[in-house]
C-alpha cells in the first residue's frame, strides 16, 4: 500500500489519491500508484509550474504588448477555466486572483481605448462637418469653376483620410456633401449654359451693329454719322462678348468700317481746313487791334470797340480746327477784360454801394472816437484790465477802418 504524503497545497493519501487544497476545499486531481508519494506531488506540481508560466506570459503580453481587450478576456477565461479544473497541486487560488487582477486591467485598458475611439470618433466628425461647410459654401458661392472642382476633390480625399465617426452621422454627413457636389456641379452646368446663351445674343446684336456700321461708311454727316458711331461703339461695349473667333471676326469688320469713315472725315476736314488758313490770318489780325485795348481805362469806349471786333470776327467765318481753339481762346481773354471793366465800373458808380462804404467808415471813425476817450480815461484811473479790452477793441475797429477806407476810394477813384 502506498504510505500518505502532503504538501501546502495538496496531499496524496493512503490509497494513492492525490488532492489539493483550496478556498473551496479538498478535491481529487488523480491518482498515484506507481511509486512513492512525493513523486506524485512533484509531478502535480510540474503541472501547476505549466499554469503559473501561462499565467506569466499573458500577463506580460498584455502589459507589454497591443493585445486587444476580446483577445485578452479570452485567454483570461480560458486560463481560468484551466485553472478551475487543472489536475495540478499548488496555489490555484493565487493563479486565480492574479488572473482578477489581470481582468480588471483588461477592463481599464477596454475604458481607455473606448475613450480615445469616442475621441476620435468626435474629432473626426468635427473634420467631416468642416468638410462638409466648405463643400457646401463652396456649392452655393464659388464661381470660379475650375479652382472649386478641385477643392471638392480634395476635400472627398480628406474625407476618405479622416476616421470613421457613428453610422447614422456618418451617412447625413456624407448625403449632405454629395448633395453640396450635384449643387455645385448642377449651379456650374447653368452657369455655362447661360454663358452659351449670353453669347449668343451678344452675336446677334453684334451682328446688327456691324451692319449699321457699314451701312454709314460713305456717309459725309460728318458731325452726326460720327456721334452715330459712338453711340454704337457704346452698344458695342454692353452687347458682351460672343465666342471668340466669332467675337474677332465682327470686331475686324466694325472697325474696318468705323476707320473708313473717319478716315474719310479726316481727309474731308484737311481739305476744308486747307481752304480756311487765309481766315488764320485775317483773324490773327483782328486779335492783334483787339489786345490793344488792354488794359481798359475808357469802359465804354472798350465796349465800342469791341463790338466791332467781334463782328468783324463773325463776318471772317471759320478756322481750321487746329487753329480754333488758339484763336477763340485769345478773343476771349480780351472779352473777360472788358466785362470785368464794366464790372469795376459799375460798382464805383453805383450810390447805394458808396452810401454803404461811407456810413461804414463814419460809423467805424465814431466808434473809435468813443474807445480813444474810454481808453484815455481808464489810462487816468490806471485800470489795466479796461486799458487791455479798450486797446484790443481799438486795435480791430482801426484795422476794419482801413479796408473800409479802400472800399470808399475805389467809388471815388
Sequence with gaps: MVSSATDPFGRVDENGTVYVKTAEGERVVGSWQAGAPEEALAYFRRKYDALVTEVELLEQRVRTTDLSPAQAEQSIARLRESVANAHAVGDLDALVRRLDVLGELVDKRREEIRAQREQARAEARLVKERIVAEAERIA?????????????????????????????????????????????????????????????????????????????????????????????????????????????????????????????????????????????????????????????????????????????????????????????????????????????????TNPEARARAEATVTQLRSSIAQLEERLAKARQAGDDKEIQEVEEALSARRAWLQEAERTLAEFTG
Aim: proline residues 2%.
Design 140 to 348: 452655393a458661392e464659388e464661381t470660379h469653376w475650375k479652382n472649386g472642382g478641385e477643392r471638392l476633390r480634395q476635400l472627398v480625399e480628406e474625407w476618405k483620410a479622416a476616421d470613421r465617426i457613428d453610422r447614422p452621422t456618418e451617412t447625413a454627413l456624407w448625403k449632405r456633401l454629395s448633395a453640396a457636389r450635384n449643387a455645385f456641379s448642377k449651379r456650374r452646368k447653368a452657369y455655362f449654359a447661360s454663358l452659351e446663351s449670353q453669347r449668343e445674343q451678344a452675336r446677334q446684336e453684334k451682328e446688327r451693329l456691324v451692319a449699321e456700321a457699314e451701312a454709314m461708311v460713305d456717309s459725309t454727316d460728318w458731325s452726326g454719322t460720327a456721334a452715330a458711331y459712338r453711340e454704337l461703339m457704346r452698344r458695342w461695349k454692353a452687347a458682351g462678348r460672343a465666342a471668340r473667333d466669332v467675337e474677332e471676326e465682327l470686331w475686324a469688320r466694325f472697325k474696318a468700317a468705323q476707320d473708313a469713315f473717319f478716315a474719310a472725315r479726316a481727309a474731308a476736314y484737311a481739305e476744308r481746313d486747307a481752304e480756311l488758313r487765309g481766315n488764320v490770318e485775317l483773324k490773327e489780325q483782328i486779335l492783334t487791334e483787339a489786345e490793344r485795348l488792354l488794359p481798359v481805362r475808357d469802359v465804354r469806349q472798350a465796349r465800342q470797340a469791341l463790338r466791332s471786333i467781334q463782328e468783324r470776327w463773325e463776318a471772317v467765318g471759320p478756322v481750321p480746327r487746329d487753329s480754333r481753339d488758339r484763336l477763340e481762346n485769345r478773343l476771349r481773354k480780351i472779352e473777360d477784360a472788358v466785362r470785368a471793366a464794366e464790372e469795376a465800373e459799375w460798382r464805383r
